[in-house]
Every structure is written in structure tokens, then in C-alpha cells.
């Protein structure tokens, strides 16, 4: 919000629609981690790519808030910020699951005596077997169809600016 | 599978929704009262991935028509300086100066106006559009030329005024008649503005007291200036006693000028400070102060009480040193009552304190409300059996006052 403020008192509000920009192509960083688990990415190590996933996500929220600029105009592109809000929350849960299975995995393979460096064919193997799969499943259940739906409403509020504005007033 | 078809499912009511309410799901802000009728037909003013176009207003209101009929061919009845300032403007310009979405509240133009959008001829004549905003005053009677002499094209004011293109004669009062205030010292003064205040700002103004006549009282101009304390309540009118005419500070103050039974703190209350040294002291403040100025003052320690303490006094002026921390409440074994410094206190003098002497002074100094008694048995090595058999056998027998003979506190000396 002071960033919106000081925006407005520099009287650059423009850039707050290039911040809308940057921060969906950060939402679209995002995506490469699901990329990356659907093997569309066929290589890289899974961790490096949540790790993106999750501050590419971070940084979007941020952006896409100061563009939002806290003002009550109109309904669709309030919903949208209101459902990131959310899906960021979710992203949020998921990362705390994640965190309880790592742990979880790690005193697994310390009662198993395993003491070799990280494995990734290991630790997928201990991660289907661990107790937070249930969780970290039904919890996909709820945040898969979230980002659907920002995606929808996203793309509706994008195609509907380029429909109805003026490229000559970006400037 | 399930999931594609909420996620088709949810686009489709989304799509839905926006097709059917785009003025709640979409519009960025309600258009002002006349286009209320358009809110929901957004293809009125918006062409597809084009945005709002000129040729789109253009199509409702003719240039030409501007403020002479409205947008039904209706003759206004009132017209104004709308006429010939859209006339002057290009067709496709509506959109630079004309927005909307600002509310029902918004009439006109809500976008800054940009002067540098409008054609030269008619930046150049300011009155084509602001003849109506033009003030009816005796300055703006003389400026018959472009306000942008004085003013800038983004606000009226803050606004430049070159005084040196008046004609020599002019009177001041013929433009700044509504700026001259109403006390006695203006009114007292001329036409000439100029004798005190200068063309680039009221103030800082000089004014000449010499030109005044000598029967004129300080007080008839300067009246609100007088302070409401005791000290300005029992002066006269005759301000310059105490001060000059070229500001009120510095002043000087007569004290034989006053009766001899005045007393010091009917005029200076407020000055006493609220220590321990002043809270005992009495009202008669020359005792220790002079009639100049507070500092320096002078204090007679003959008068303090024999038993009074100088800590009782000097608490706050006492340094937090090692030296100072083992001294006594005595301040007068090294301190005069004149001032702190000089104070008659050097070690070396009496006695050096080398590397074998770096005791704290209690260990010489046992008596601590007398720091000029001293011993020299307070360390292992100078017992008195010790002292009194090595000096036997150099034969002196007068050895009681060590600093005699051992000032350097060596043994040789």
C-alpha cells in the first residue's frame, strides 16, 4: 500500500500496470516447477525447481499487489486478487506439508540406519511411503483447482484490458 | 478428468458473468451523469483492442457544436468560452484532455490539461480561454499582454511579477491597495511602498526610525509588540532605553534606574535556577550577580554556615575520577572559594607516586576528612620496627615525617 502511495505521489502510477506484467510473468516462472514434475522439463533437480516455484510465487503476490494498488474498482480484477491471495495461502500449507515430510523422511532413514547423502530415487521411494502423502494429496485436491481458477480469472482480466484499452494511454 | 470439467465449467460462468454485468465485473469506475445511459453498451466509446477513440466521441458531439448546442441539436442557452477554445482544438484530441470513469460527479475533463497539446496561436492568447478567470483588479487592469508573462501554463500561482516594467511613475497603492495592513504604522506611512519593502517580498522590510517625528511615542506603532511580563509592565512607553531601532535583542537595561527597595526577583521569577545553591539563596540577587548579566557571578563563602558542607553545595560539580572518587566531602583541602581551578594539589611535590607507590590514596591517606595527614605503614615493607632499625643504623633518629627527606620516593633521597 505505501509502495502504491509513493507511487501515486511520484505520479508514476502508470508503472503500476507494468507491475500487473512482471508479476504474471512470475506467476508463469512459477509454473516451470509442474513443468519439471511432468517431465516437460525432462532434467534438473526437483528441489532447486520448488524452491523457484515458491519465490517466483512470492514475488508475483507482491507485484501483482502493488498493481492492484488497493483500489476498490472493478469486480473481476478484485476477485483475482482475492483468489491469489489465497492460492498464495494454499502454496503456503503445501510448503508446510513438504517441510513435515522431509522431516519425517530424514528420521525414517535414520531408524533405517540409512546415512548416505540425499538420494533422489531414496527419497521418492521414502516419499510415497511416508504418512504426509495422504495430506500433501488431498491438500493438491484444493490447490490445483485454485490456480485453475486464477489462471481463469487472470486471463479473463488481461484479455478483457487488451480488449477495452487504449495502447496510446500505456505510455 | 474431474478437474477439466470444473475448470471448463468455471470459465464458461466466468465468460457468462462478464458478458452479462461488464459494467460490475469490468468497469473501472461509474462514467459521469450524461453517459450513465452508455454504462453497459462499453462498445459505445471502446473499439475492440483499440481502446477508446476520439472518432468514437466525435460521432455524439460535433467539434463545431461545442458549447453552442448539445448532443440532441439543442440550442444551450448559456454560452461560454467553450465555444472558441474547442474550435481552436484538432478533432482527435478528445481523449488527451476528456476521460471518464471518474464517477457521476465528473463533468468535464478530469485529466491534467496539457497546454502543449493546443496550437501555438492560441497559447498564445491566454484571454481566448481565461478571459472569464481574469481578476478585476487594479494589477491585472495593467497587464494587458499574455499571462504568461507572470504565470506558468500549470497553476496561477505561484506567480512572477518583473516590477521594472511599470512606468516609473506608478504608485504602488494603485496595485497593492488590498495588501496594506491597517495598524498605526502603516497608516502613518506613504504611498511609497518602496521606502521599506523591497519589489521580491513584503518581508524582511527596512524602515528608517530617523524619519519619524521626535514627538512620536515607540508605543503607537509598536503596541503589540510589547511583552505582558512584570519586567515590560513597569517600563514606560519609551522603548529605547533598553533597545535599538535596528531590533528588539540585544537590549540594555538600566538597574539604577529602578527604586532602591526594588527587588531582584519581582522582575526575574522566572530566571532563579531550581538547584540546591540557589533554592537557599535570597531574593537579593546582586549578593552574588551583577546588573550586566548573570555570568560571572561572584559568591562569598565567608557567609556559608561553618558547617555546611561544600558537597551540600558542588554535588552535581563533583568529576566522577578516580582522583575525585576517593576524596572526602572536603572540597577546600584542594579547592579554593574562588574557583575550582587552579587547585593546590601536585603530587610530585610532595611525594612521587613511581611504580612502587601506585596504591589507592587510602593506603597514605587513612584519615579521609584530612588528606594532609599521611602514613607510610600501610604497606608490608615500611613497618615501623622495619623504618626504626634501618634508620638506627644510619643514625637518624628524626624520621617521623618521611616527605622530609623521601619527597621522589626513592630511598636514596
Not at chain 2, 607516586?353 to 601506585?358: A, F, Q, S, V, W
Not at chain 2, 590514596?361 to 584519615?367: G, V
Given at each position: 500500500?505505501?509502495?502504491?502511495?509513493?507511487?501515486?505521489?511520484?505520479?508514476?502510477?502508470?508503472?503500476?500496470?507494468?507491475?500487473?506484467?512482471?508479476?504474471?510473468?512470475?506467476?508463469?516462472?512459477?509454473?516451470?516447477?509442474?513443468?519439471?514434475?511432468?517431465?516437460?522439463?525432462?532434467?534438473?533437480?526437483?528441489?532447486?525447481?520448488?524452491?523457484?516455484?515458491?519465490?517466483?510465487?512470492w514475488?508475483?503476490?507482491?507485484?501483482i499487489?502493488?498493481?492492484?494498488?488497493?483500489?476498490?474498482?472493478?469486480?473481476?480484477?478484485?476477485?483475482?486478487?482475492?483468489?491469489?491471495?489465497?492460492?498464495?495461502?494454499?502454496?503456503?500449507?503445501?510448503?508446510?506439508?513438504?517441510?513435515?515430510?522431509?522431516?519425517?523422511?530424514?528420521?525414517?532413514?535414520?531408524?533405517?540406519?540409512?546415512?548416505?547423502?540425499?538420494?533422489?530415487?531414496?527419497?521418492?521411494?521414502?516419499?510415497?511411503?511416508?504418512?504426509?502423502?495422504?495430506?500433501?494429496?488431498?491438500?493438491?485436491?484444493?490447490?490445483?483447482?485454485?490456480?485453475?481458477?486464477?489462471?481463469?480469472?487472470?486471463?479473463?482480466?488481461?484479455?478483457?484490458?487488451?480488449?477495452?484499452?487504449?495502447?496510446?494511454?500505456?505510455? | 478428468?474431474?478437474?477439466?470439467?470444473?475448470?471448463?465449467?468455471?470459465?464458461?460462468?466466468?465468460?457468462?458473468?462478464?458478458?452479462?454485468?461488464?459494467?460490475?465485473?469490468?468497469?473501472?469506475?461509474?462514467?459521469?451523469?450524461?453517459?450513465?445511459?452508455?454504462?453497459?453498451?462499453?462498445?459505445s466509446?471502446?473499439?475492440?483492442?483499440?481502446?477508446?477513440?476520439?472518432?468514437?466521441?466525435?460521432?455524439?458531439?460535433k467539434?463545431?457544436?461545442?458549447?453552442?448546442?448539445?448532443v440532441?441539436?439543442?440550442?444551450?442557452?448559456?454560452?461560454?468560452?467553450?465555444?472558441?477554445?474547442?474550435?481552436?482544438?484538432?478533432?482527435?484530441?478528445?481523449?488527451?484532455?476528456?476521460?471518464?470513469?471518474?464517477?457521476?460527479?465528473?463533468?468535464?475533463?478530469?485529466?491534467?490539461?496539457?497546454?502543449?497539446?493546443?496550437?501555438?496561436?492560441?497559447?498564445?492568447?491566454?484571454?481566448?480561454?481565461?478571459?472569464v478567470?481574469?481578476?478585476?483588479?487594479?494589477?491585472?487592469?495593467?497587464?494587458?499582454?499574455?499571462?504568461?508573462?507572470?504565470?506558468?501554463?500549470?497553476?496561477?500561482?505561484?506567480?512572477?511579477?518583473?516590477?521594472?516594467?511599470?512606468?516609473?511613475?506608478?504608485?504602488?497603492?494603485?496595485?497593492?491597495?488590498?495588501?496594506?495592513?491597517?495598524?498605526?504604522?502603516?497608516?502613518?506611512?506613504?504611498?511609497?511602498?518602496?521606502?521599506?519593502?523591497g519589489?521580491?517580498?513584503?518581508?524582511?522590510?527596512?524602515?528608517?526610525?530617523?524619519?519619524?517625528?521626535?514627538?512620536?511615542?515607540?508605543?503607537?506603532?509598536?503596541?503589540?509588540?510589547?511583552?505582558?511580563?512584570?519586567?515590560?509592565?513597569s517600563?514606560?512607553?519609551?522603548?529605547?532605553?533598553?533597545?535599538?531601532?535596528?531590533?528588539w535583542?540585544?537590549?540594555?537595561?538600566?538597574?539604577?534606574?529602578?527604586?532602591?527597595?526594588?527587588?531582584?526577583?519581582d522582575?526575574?521569577?522566572?530566571?532563579?535556577?531550581?538547584?540546591?545553591?540557589?533554592?537557599?539563596?535570597?531574593?537579593?540577587?546582586?549578593?552574588?550577580?551583577g546588573?550586566?548579566?548573570?555570568?560571572?557571578a561572584?559568591?562569598?563563602?565567608?557567609?556559608v554556615?561553618?558547617?555546611?558542607?561544600?558537597?551540600?553545595?558542588?554535588?552535581?560539580?563533583?568529576?566522577k575520577?578516580?582522583?575525585?572518587?576517593?576524596?572526602?566531602?572536603?572540597c577546600?583541602?584542594?579547592?579554593?572559594?574562588?574557583?575550582?581551578?587552579?587547585?593546590?594539589?601536585?603530587?610530585?611535590?610532595?611525594?612521587?607516586?613511581?611504580?612502587?607507590?601506585?596504591?589507592?590514596?587510602?593506603?597514605?591517606?587513612?584519615?579521609?576528612?584530612?588528606?594532609?595527614?599521611?602514613?607510610?605503614?600501610?604497606?608490608?615493607?615500611?613497618?615501623?620496627?622495619?623504618?626504626?632499625?634501618?634508620?638506627?643504623?644510619?643514625?637518624?633518629?628524626?624520621?617521623?615525617?618521611?616527605m622530609?627527606?623521601?619527597?621522589?620516593?626513592?630511598?636514596?633521597?
Amino acid at each position: 500500500m505505501a509502495l502504491d502511495y509513493l507511487l501515486h505521489q511520484l505520479q508514476i502510477e502508470l508503472a503500476g500496470r507494468y507491475l500487473g506484467v512482471a508479476g504474471t510473468i512470475f506467476f508463469l516462472l512459477s509454473f516451470l516447477y509442474s513443468a519439471r514434475k511432468k517431465q516437460i522439463i525432462p532434467k534438473g533437480p526437483l528441489k532447486r525447481f520448488l524452491q523457484l516455484h515458491c519465490h517466483a510465487g512470492w514475488i508475483a503476490t507482491l507485484l501483482i499487489l502493488v498493481h492492484s494498488g488497493i483500489h476498490f474498482n472493478a469486480f473481476l480484477p478484485w476477485a483475482a486478487t482475492v483468489l491469489m491471495m489465497i492460492v498464495t495461502a494454499s502454496g503456503h500449507v503445501g510448503q508446510h506439508l513438504v517441510r513435515r515430510f522431509r522431516n519425517e523422511a530424514k528420521l525414517k532413514k535414520q531408524q533405517l540406519g540409512i546415512l548416505t547423502p540425499p538420494d533422489d530415487a531414496l527419497d521418492r521411494q521414502l516419499f510415497w511411503n511416508a504418512v504426509t502423502l495422504k495430506a500433501l494429496n488431498q491438500w493438491r485436491m484444493v490447490h490445483m483447482p485454485l490456480v485453475a481458477f486464477l489462471i481463469i480469472l487472470t486471463l479473463v482480466h488481461v484479455v478483457s484490458i487488451l480488449f477495452f484499452s487504449n495502447r496510446a494511454n500505456w505510455m | 478428468m474431474k478437474l477439466v470439467i470444473l475448470v471448463i465449467a468455471f470459465f464458461a460462468i466466468v465468460v457468462g458473468l462478464v458478458l452479462a454485468f461488464p459494467d460490475y465485473l469490468l468497469n473501472p469506475g461509474p462514467l459521469m451523469q450524461g453517459h450513465a445511459h452508455i454504462e453497459k453498451n462499453c462498445l459505445s466509446c471502446h473499439r475492440p483492442f483499440r481502446g477508446a477513440l476520439a472518432m468514437q466521441c466525435t460521432s455524439c458531439h460535433k467539434p463545431e457544436e461545442i458549447g453552442i448546442k448539445n448532443v440532441k441539436g439543442m440550442a444551450l442557452l448559456r454560452k461560454d468560452s467553450k465555444i472558441s477554445f474547442h474550435r481552436g482544438l484538432p478533432a482527435n484530441s478528445c481523449i488527451g484532455c476528456h476521460t471518464d470513469h471518474k464517477g457521476r460527479d465528473s463533468t468535464r475533463a478530469v485529466r491534467a490539461f496539457k497546454h502543449e497539446g493546443i496550437s501555438f496561436d492560441l497559447r498564445a492568447n491566454c484571454n481566448s480561454c481565461h478571459d472569464v478567470q481574469k481578476p478585476k483588479d487594479k494589477l491585472h487592469d495593467y497587464a494587458t499582454r499574455s499571462c504568461g508573462e507572470c504565470h506558468s501554463t500549470r497553476a496561477w500561482k505561484p506567480a512572477s511579477f518583473d516590477h521594472k516594467s511599470l512606468a516609473s511613475g506608478t504608485n504602488c497603492l494603485d496595485c497593492h491597495k488590498g495588501d496594506v495592513p491597517r495598524d498605526r504604522l502603516h497608516s502613518s506611512a506613504g504611498a511609497n511602498c518602496s521606502t521599506c519593502h523591497g519589489t521580491s517580498g513584503w518581508k524582511p522590510a527596512s524602515f528608517d526610525h530617523k524619519t519619524v517625528a521626535s514627538a512620536q511615542r515607540c508605543l503607537d506603532c509598536h503596541k503589540g509588540d510589547v511583552p505582558r511580563d512584570r519586567l515590560h509592565s513597569s517600563a514606560g512607553a519609551n522603548c529605547s532605553t533598553c533597545h535599538g531601532t535596528s531590533g528588539w535583542k540585544p537590549a540594555s537595561f538600566d538597574h539604577k534606574s529602578l527604586a532602591s527597595g526594588t527587588n531582584c526577583i519581582d522582575c526575574h521569577k522566572g530566571d532563579v535556577p531550581r538547584d540546591r545553591l540557589h533554592s537557599s539563596a535570597g531574593a537579593n540577587c546582586s549578593t552574588c550577580h551583577g546588573t550586566s548579566g548573570w555570568k560571572p557571578a561572584s559568591f562569598d563563602h565567608k557567609t556559608v554556615a561553618s558547617a555546611q558542607r561544600c558537597i551540600d553545595c558542588h554535588k552535581g560539580e563533583v568529576p566522577k575520577d578516580r582522583l575525585h572518587s576517593s576524596a572526602g566531602a572536603n572540597c577546600s583541602t584542594c579547592h579554593g572559594t574562588m574557583a575550582w581551578k587552579p587547585a593546590s594539589f601536585d603530587h610530585d611535590r610532595y611525594f612521587r607516586l613511581d611504580r612502587d607507590h601506585r596504591a589507592s590514596c587510602s593506603t597514605c591517606h587513612n584519615d579521609s576528612s584530612d588528606f594532609k595527614k599521611y602514613t607510610c605503614y600501610g604497606c608490608h615493607e615500611h613497618t615501623a620496627s622495619n623504618i626504626a632499625s634501618e634508620h638506627r643504623e644510619e643514625g637518624i633518629r628524626n624520621y617521623q615525617n618521611c616527605m622530609r627527606c623521601h619527597k621522589s620516593g626513592s630511598d636514596e633521597d
